[in-house]
């Protein structure tokens, strides 16, 4: 069975590896448009996430993208550099943090 957008940022929190999170406080910040459109904010903190909906005011990395553009990079048919260079996904503000999020979580 294939996870919609929601039940995906609602099982992060059981996916979360504290241990590759160590000691980081951030704040990361999710608009997608299309089929399944809404923002989340997941907020990285103590060695916790927290998934919340809605726009965060200072988000440290905003990620905004087509819902389907987003489900294919995380099952892997869109690979992250060609999403980023065709402008599929844009990631605003903290590139290494871009880089290091997904690590932070099992694969859905």
Known sequence: MDLTIKEIFEKLPEAFLPEKAGD????????????????????????????????HESPHMTLKADSQDYLDLLTGKLKPMAAVMTGKVKIIGDQALAQKFSTLFKAP
């Open 24 to 55: 980081m406080n951030k704040v990361v910040q999710f608009v997608l448009t299309g089929k399944e459109a809404g923002q989340w904010m997941v907020l990285i903190k103590d060695g916790k996430v927290e998934v919340k909906t809605g726009l």
